[in-house]
């Protein structure tokens, strides 16, 4: 150590953790770089960010500016999927504070000989620079050194001392001798956009075929994709597609006992047919697979597969790797349970084998070999039921070679262990979404989860229902309950998800009182939803079709709540560029209401006492507000919600038609 | 990296930026070691702090208990002066998972085939434990092992199984193969309970003789302990004590040129007559100087010195080491400047000398030679002005060799900065105290400095006034203004202090409009303070008298604001052990206010609805509170405040006398 690096760098941000992970950003964002930078004394401080993608050797370097408080920031654009560095570097710029205060001597008229010596400091400043600068800056600095050493009068030798180029050239030239950098590098992990923003639809595979009673496939699969594509979803996920075991298979409504016939549920991975690189011979081969991945790629749809790390008692690994599972003293192998319930369909991997490091590679190979059939895109079922070690190497393995590839982490449990997945390295992570219904947990929920710490390292991924939550508001809302459920899941996050085909038609009906599961749920047979008028196509597409039109929808970071005076509407707003939308959503789906939202109208970058334009995107109307107080009326039965996207330039009513 | 090693440990506290510099405690504290801890699955885990002090080689353990939130906790105390170091350790307790599923399977009825199974789980864990237990409980646990073993009924065997004693040896010998070590040693600095709680006094030894116009003497101020002593203070705090430079030497009223017989600022430091090493011949001598110290220690008090570090153009460093020193190229040294303002009385260190080491050890070994005096405390003049790093290193240095050591920080600058002294070591640190003057303003400072993250590594000294600084509130508020900001100073924190005589007379003139300094300021002239009857010395011992006799005010971590409807009146408590005092101040001097106070009765730890006796420490009187909501009225031309001591077992007021 130097005891001479004067300078002090602290609380970087992003930083999650003291960098112990990546902060997370996609392609084509601009990353903002702070630290918190200061010294002893009074002398002046220059910054820089040093940034780098993994893959080049040389740092590129920024230039800080301070803000106030002894904060300073940069930015940088993130251009290449995979890991980007930064670090910071600071130092006394003894040249700068002799800069500045050559112009506070002169302002308080110092004496001609004080000001000499003050020229001849400064002329051993840039001769210094002189001496680092390659041969060109040298040959600039050499005029600005001549004219100090030669300049006729005093005033002379001053004037040239304002110019930029000189500035620019003890910059570039600068003493960097003792500078400070901070005390490790950062890493920001770059995904590809659709991390960030992403439009799920699920569905169940043999539920699909054209006719009642018939086990779908692949290609059922396929007739589907241009309705989910003109719904405007760009991923389908579809529970897991393998052989399902036979042995303790669990029958219709997860009855312990299957009667014959009944298919199972798609969890209880591996049979006879094979495991978890195997498909279910009913859904097709894997030649099938492949050809539906390609035709949704085509109308612009991911398929993603549903990662499950389990096997029924029938998975080939339990013959060939019993070591992988867990040996009860009496010869059996332990079985899923959650004391007393038991879950004799599901051999949980025993991770303390001796043989973990054989398991975690074939785990991560699993992953593998769907990529290599054009995977990129994966749901992990229950991934806090594994550990975490075993996800942040998984995860890290896998994204060195595809560094494209998406983990949406369907962890349903403790609020410390959903962070900790995202910082093992998920990518999108499910929420407690389905179960914050009034405004004001809506509210305190995504103020935590839209905002630094979380959002740096956790994406969510909201989704109204799945197939095993079908959440009491959509039980007892009525066809209200799931249009504001919806709206609210598509406008408050970018990433959202609906388990479709019993979303769109509003099936509402629970296996019992106080229970989350579907009366006869797919889970474990397979069923025929017969084509509908009568369900959410339309609104689904309209509302995805103005998250892709707005830009401000494609984000959370911007998202901000604005008061209102009645507790059922909540009112909030994005902007991205100059695009911005604010949503009033009635979050009461037995009653109309109404009340006054108070706009910050400096969120929307909207200036006080002039009249603004709102377009409402789901009725068409247009209103001119005038202030950031306005009066909203919403009827559930008619619509639930206003998504209102601001149109700046208008001046009076008339000038509507101009703007689109 | 041990790929099974399944828990998490994360968010450890106390923790100071990520453990890079120590959390601070006294002798006598109980420590609070926190953290997250997690792991995937239903798994139950164990959890130890282990702890010690750097002195000793050997760990001692601490089990943890779960809090909520996956939070965990345990306490240790700390004994020893020095670095005591922390971490925390936490594995999957298969055993307790087992024993805990087991009470489950039987309630659950399970059959008697699985409880036999069960059992034999069970026993592989108890014989494993013994296999690592030492002999007396390895003898023990065999008792277990043959129950289990040979019991005739599974009830007999089961019967056993609920014992504390086997929990506890199964505790102590537990399978820790796959415990999970958090990622670094946590630090806490012990000092000395002085430290946490200390109350100051200043004077200038020179103004001390007992007539006017003559120098005073460390003898004169021999003869005022006793009056410091009686009023409560137990540090004694003087400026440099060292010779002052005649070149340049500043004038009365910081008059740019010394008339004849002009004594300088204290801080000028360095003569004829030797630099920081010596003292000023008019005060006497170091053996003068060293039974100054040994008196006061005799009365209860400690002598603090002032180290400022800079010289005067004739302080012998100048000849001796002028490479200390910035050479401007006109041959002169560069003196103290923030242009357009000059110092000329001062040189600075120039701490980029290429003689770095030298002059950083010459700076240490100053502390060094006033230790070997019998000095303990230092009062640290503009530690802001020298570089962090240099500080870090010092302090740390020195107090390897005297742990008893304390620092107080007097930088007045800003806040990133005085917290980052904080961090690199000193014991104690000035505030902006003297310029929070509003109730609101009070309590959002109070609230950031003396909780965490902030308390545990920033220890603050309020001061009402300092020889530098006559606030305006003292200027324009009168007697009343004195004697708040006198209650304030003391009651909010434990460690404060004042520039005595001045405060203790109500000074309040200052130089100039708009200036916080004296007039005729004692740092650039010798001043008889004439003794009084007629000042604040019975209000500052009864204050002092109050702080030693109740616990609660020797510490801040405790401090609670409690809301009141009146702007003008603040509303703190602060409670330890069984002690709890109220403090209510009117903080305006000018006029009396009423109002409610509405206590928070939790953070009193009083019960609702249950009567308590408020006990005023000031005024003697004694009130019957009957619940959290009460009328106080102060006039601060009586007494601007109530300091209340809680008196808990009141029943009714005839119980009065019982209580003290």
Same mark, same amino acid.
């Given at each position: 150590?130097?005891?001479?690096?004067?300078?002090?760098?602290?609380?970087?941000?992003?930083?999650?953790?003291?960098?112990?992970?990546?902060?997370?950003?996609?392609?084509?964002?601009v990353?903002?770089?702070?630290?918190?930078?200061?010294?002893?004394?009074?002398?002046?401080?220059?910054?820089?960010?040093?940034?780098?993608?993994?893959?080049?050797?040389?740092?590129?370097?920024?230039?800080?500016?301070?803000?106030?408080?002894?904060?300073?920031?940069?930015?940088?654009?993130?251009?290449?999927?995979?890991?980007?560095?930064?670090? *910071?570097?600071?130092?006394?710029?003894h040249?700068?504070?002799?800069?500045?205060?050559?112009?506070?001597?002169?302002?308080?008229?110092?004496?001609?000989?004080?000001?000499?010596?003050?020229?001849? *400091?400064?002329?051993?400043?840039?001769r210094?620079?002189?001496?680092?600068?390659?041969a060109?800056?040298?040959?600039?600095?050499?005029?600005?050194?001549?004219?100090?050493?030669?300049?006729?009068?005093?005033?002379?030798?001053?004037?040239?001392?304002?110019?930029?180029?000189?500035?620019?050239?003890?910059?570039?030239?600068?003493?960097?001798?003792?500078?400070?950098?901070?005390g490790?590098?950062?890493?920001?992990?770059?995904?590809?956009?659709?991390?960030?923003?992403?439009?799920?639809?699920?569905l169940?595979?043999?539920?699909?075929?054209?006719?009642?009673?018939?086990?779908?496939?692949?290609?059922?699969?396929?007739?589907?994709?241009?309705?989910?594509?003109?719904?405007?979803?760009?991923?389908?996920?579809?529970?897991?597609?393998?052989?399902?075991?036979? @042995?303790?298979?669990?029958?219709? @409504?997860?009855?312990?006992?299957?009667?014959?016939?009944?298919?199972?549920?798609?969890?209880?991975i591996?049979?006879?047919?094979?495991?978890?690189?195997?498909?279910?011979?009913?859904?097709g081969?894997?030649?099938?697979?492949?050809?539906?991945?390609?035709?949704?790629?085509?109308?612009?749809?991911?398929?993603?597969?549903?990662?499950?790390?389990?096997?029924?008692?029938?998975?080939?690994?339990?013959?060939?790797?019993?070591?992988?599972?867990?040996? /009860?003293?009496?010869?059996?192998?332990?079985?899923?349970?959650?004391?007393?319930?038991?879950?004799?369909?599901?051999?949980?991997?025993?991770?303390?084998?001796?043989?973990?490091?054989?398991?975690?590679?074939?785990?991560?190979?699993?992953?593998?070999?769907?990529?290599?059939?054009?995977? /990129?895109?994966?749901?992990?079922?229950?991934?806090?039921?594994?550990?975490?070690?075993?996800?942040?190497?998984?995860?890290?393995?896998?994204?060195?070679?595809?560094?494209?590839?998406?983990?949406?982490?369907?962890?349903?449990?403790?609020?410390?262990?959903?962070?900790?997945?995202?910082?093992?390295?998920?990518?999108?992570?499910?929420?407690?979404?389905?179960?914050?219904?009034?405004?004001?947990?809506?509210?305190? #929920?995504?103020?935590? *989860?839209?905002?630094?710490?979380?959002?740096?390292?956790?994406?969510?991924?909201?989704?109204? @229902?799945?197939?095993?939550?079908?959440?009491?508001?959509?039980?007892?809302?009525?066809?209200?309950?799931?249009t504001?459920?919806?709206?609210?899941?598509?406008?408050?996050?970018?990433?959202?998800?609906?388990?479709?085909?019993?979303?769109?038609?509003?099936?509402?009906?629970?296996?019992?009182?106080?229970?989350?599961? #579907?009366?006869?749920?797919?889970? #474990?047979?397979?069923?025929?939803?017969?084509?509908?008028?009568?369900?959410?196509?339309?609104?689904?597409?309209?509302?995805?079709?103005?998250?892709?039109?707005?830009?401000?929808?494609?984000?959370?970071a911007?998202?901000?709540?604005?008061?209102?005076?009645n507790?059922?509407?909540?009112?909030?707003?994005?902007?991205?560029?100059e695009?911005?939308?604010?949503?009033v959503?009635n979050?009461?789906?037995?009653?109309?209401?109404?009340?006054?939202?108070?706009l910050?109208?400096?969120?929307?970058?909207?200036?006080?006492?002039?009249?603004?334009?709102?377009?409402?995107?789901?009725?068409?109307?247009?209103?001119?507000?005038?202030?950031?107080? @306005?009066?909203?009326?919403?009827?559930p039965?008619?619509?639930?919600?206003?998504?209102?996207?601001?149109?700046? /330039?208008?001046?009076?009513?008339?000038?509507?038609? #101009?703007?689109?």
């Amino acid at each position: 150590m130097d005891g001479r690096n004067r300078v002090i760098i602290e609380a970087a941000s992003p930083e999650v953790d003291g960098g112990a992970f990546p902060a997370k950003r996609v392609t084509g964002d601009v990353v903002i770089a702070e630290a918190d930078i200061f010294t002893d004394g009074h002398d002046l401080i220059s910054a820089i960010v040093l940034h780098r993608h993994e893959s080049q050797p040389e740092w590129t370097e920024v230039r800080m500016q301070a803000l106030v408080n002894d904060r300073w920031r940069a930015q940088f654009p993130v251009e290449q999927l995979g890991f980007h560095l930064f670090t *910071i570097e600071a130092w006394i710029d003894h040249f700068l504070t002799w800069h500045r205060d050559l112009k506070k001597r002169i302002d308080a008229k110092v004496t001609d000989d004080e000001l000499d010596v003050q020229l001849r *400091i400064g002329l051993e400043h840039i001769r210094a620079a002189a001496a680092r600068a390659n041969a060109r800056d040298k040959r600039k600095l050499q005029g600005f050194i001549e004219t100090l050493e030669s300049g006729d009068t005093v005033k002379d030798k001053i004037a040239d001392l304002w110019s930029q180029d000189l500035l620019d050239l003890m910059w570039r030239n600068a003493e960097r001798r003792f500078a400070t950098r901070y005390g490790h590098e950062l890493q920001i992990e770059v995904d590809r956009p659709k991390a960030a923003y992403s439009t799920w639809y699920e569905l169940f595979p043999r539920s699909t075929a054209s006719q009642p009673g018939k086990h779908g496939t692949f290609l059922d699969v396929e007739a589907q994709l241009p309705r989910i594509a003109r719904m405007g979803f760009d991923i389908l996920y579809m529970p897991p597609i393998h052989p399902i075991g036979v @042995n303790f298979r669990k029958g219709k @409504n997860n009855k312990v006992a299957a009667e014959p016939g009944d298919v199972g549920s798609p969890w209880a991975i591996g049979g006879e047919e094979g495991g978890h690189k195997s498909v279910h011979p009913d859904l097709g081969t894997i030649d099938d697979f492949e050809r539906l991945v390609n035709r949704a790629k085509e109308l612009g749809i991911e398929v993603a597969m549903d990662i499950a790390f389990q096997a029924s008692p029938d998975h080939p690994y339990v013959k060939e790797h019993p070591q992988w599972f867990l040996m /009860r003293p009496d010869g059996t192998i332990q079985y899923a349970e959650n004391p007393p319930k038991k879950y004799q369909d599901i051999y949980p991997f025993h991770f303390e084998t001796d043989q973990w490091t054989e398991l975690w590679d074939e785990l991560r190979d699993v992953f593998a070999f769907w990529v290599r059939k054009g995977v /990129r895109v994966f749901r992990v079922d229950n991934p806090h039921t594994k550990p975490l070690p075993f996800w942040e190497w998984c995860i890290r393995d896998l994204k060195k070679e595809w560094p494209d590839l998406i983990f949406l982490a369907e962890a349903f449990t403790r609020p410390k262990i959903m962070y900790r997945l995202a910082k093992a390295g998920y990518t999108q992570s499910y929420t407690y979404f389905a179960w914050r219904n009034t405004a004001s947990e809506l509210q305190e #929920y995504f103020e935590e *989860i839209t905002k630094p710490p979380v959002s740096d390292f956790f994406r969510p991924n909201v989704w109204p @229902n799945t197939p095993d939550i079908l959440t009491e508001f959509l039980q007892y809302g009525g066809r209200p309950g799931f249009t504001m459920r919806f709206i609210l899941a598509a406008t408050l996050a970018s990433s959202y998800g609906i388990y479709g085909p019993a979303f769109e038609r509003y099936v509402h009906q629970a296996r019992e009182h106080g229970s989350e599961e #579907y009366l006869d749920s797919e889970k #474990y047979e397979v069923k025929y939803w017969p084509p509908t008028d009568d369900d959410m196509t339309e609104l689904i597409a309209a509302v995805n079709k103005i998250r892709r039109e707005n830009l401000a929808l494609q984000q959370n970071a911007t998202l901000t709540f604005h008061p209102t005076d009645n507790e059922h509407i909540l009112c909030y707003s994005k902007t991205a560029a100059e695009n911005a939308v604010i949503c009033v959503v009635n979050v009461d789906p037995h009653n109309a209401h109404a009340g006054w939202v108070d706009l910050d109208l400096e969120a929307l970058r909207l200036e006080e006492g002039r009249p603004f334009q709102v377009h409402d995107l789901l009725s068409g109307a247009r209103h001119t507000w005038h202030n950031g107080r @306005n009066f909203v009326k919403l009827d559930p039965n008619v619509v639930p919600a206003h998504i209102f996207r601001i149109r700046r /330039r208008v001046r009076t009513e008339r000038d509507f038609e #101009y703007f689109l």
